[in-house]
């Protein structure tokens, strides 16, 4: 018997995810998609449809916010910044002022795709051996990650100004209004912020602001529900919609920011000369087809763009939509291509401004020999084992010798994904790395734990990896903040936190919409399986697990685990625009 027979039984929930909440049919089918066992986990969203302007992001109150500016005639830049600025009080576990972000922005002027790096730094002080601890080992992760150390000097202010400045509408004072306005009177807190608090209640009163901020006078973290104001944060706020981003990397902000970094137990680096020399960074983004599709995203020092575009490259010549979502031969694939992406991503992908990267990781010959590997697994349709892999030989102008990194990362982080009605296009991933950041708060924001993406070991065996720290250098991230072109127009905009494991919900999500022919709602929803160094890991109480025999008897090592994306896309059709927000987190799409 198909070991896949019983998917039948989730047809049901799939037709009332899809069809009831939508109410209508849009000539994309999912008939016979793996579905999420709605009701046992949670809910689907329903699929939104807007004319012309929309915004899908990790909470209503930032959704609103942005909204609220094209109801003023802003651009999606101008919405960007008020989604980004609301954010930071709703969700502040995630993101916010005190962290970093990449931002793919499509202009629809000019026809031209621009990334802006907003990535933290390390500080100049630092060296490569900031989280070996005094007896030469290694730091515990959670260890280096609470407190100054971990901080890395702050990108996102400087995003957001640079960002503005370029292809913002409105006054830089009118995008911070919403914001003031909501840490003035208080915002509801939510389920999920409630559950962040508690989860990480210990650490978080290693700060006395956070303390007294998220708890109550008792120490009892604050309950969903309760009015929270931040009147800290609107200060703050009204300090940058007044003076520019200089309010904020110089004079009393900054000075409080050095002084909470450097006098917290387990003390960092990052010191005023960091904050004022601090640059956001215009890159090439990093393109690459995928059947009729030009896929675009983050380069480095994201990993995102470049592994996404070795993945695809390497599944390119298998014909997914043939297979389809129910057949465990596509998920072998697809993790295949992945964990052999990621052996290579660990190898190479740092910030190039400190290191030479092959410039051949995206070479089609060099991923078409790659994917042999996964090929030659397989005799008469059976896997016969699941070999372990190394990193590859591509193509490059210089000696490769790296020792493979072991960053950890652990997931917070948010996306969001906008299109007003001139055609811009935003994809932005923002993030304070991990939930709270370093735990540190600061004048109504968190302050990052950024450093703790860089490898803690600079070196094994005396080879050095790509992704050990330098001063000034910006740590390697998997934000995969991307936008889709199709037939030279873009097509969709999509991105999701997850850690490391972002690049997987990001793949799954384009093939679903690629491939699977899904529309942006069903392909979100879509139970995720994700393979980055072998072990597979799939997502529980979903129909993912469903997968599990048949993937363990290929050899892989099978993990059910809560795989919380946040996802938040938008996909540009000839009938308009249609969102999905992440069912596994609080995400909304709102449109006009
Ligand atoms: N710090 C991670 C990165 O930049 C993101 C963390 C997360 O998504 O939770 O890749």
Redesign the pocket.
Known sequence: MHPFSNIGRFAFSLFVGLFIGLGIAHGQQAADAIAPEFGKTRQSNSLVQGKSQMIAAAHPDAAKAGMAMFDKGGSAIDAMIATQLVLGLVEPQSSGLGGGAFLVYHDAASGKTITLDGRETAPLAADENLFIGPDGEAMKFFDAIVGGRSVGTPGTVALLEEAHQRFGKLAWADLFEPAINLANDGFAVSARLNQSIQGSSESLFSNEAARAYFFSEEGVPIFEGTKLKNPAYAETLSAIAKDGAKAFYSNEIAEDMVKVIQSSTNPGLLSLEDLAAYKVIEREPVCFEYRTYYICGMGPP?SGALTLGQIFGMLEKHDLAALGPSNAESWRLIGEASRLAFADRGRYMADTDFVKMPKGLLNKAYLDERSKLFDLDVVDGKLLDTPAIQPGNPPSDHSLLFADDNAL?????SHFSIVDSSGNVVSMTT?I??GFGSRQMVRGFLLNN?LT?FSFTPEIGGIPVANRIEPGKRPR???APTIVFKDGKPWAAIGS????R?IGYVAKTLIALIDWDMDVQAAIDLPHLVNRFGTYDVEENSAAEDFAPALAGMGYKVQSRNLNSGLHGIVISQDGLLGGADPRREGVVFAK
């Open positions: 994201s990362e652990l997931p917070s982080t993030t790395e991990n950024e993406d991230s998997s934000m936190p997850g850690g490391s972002i």
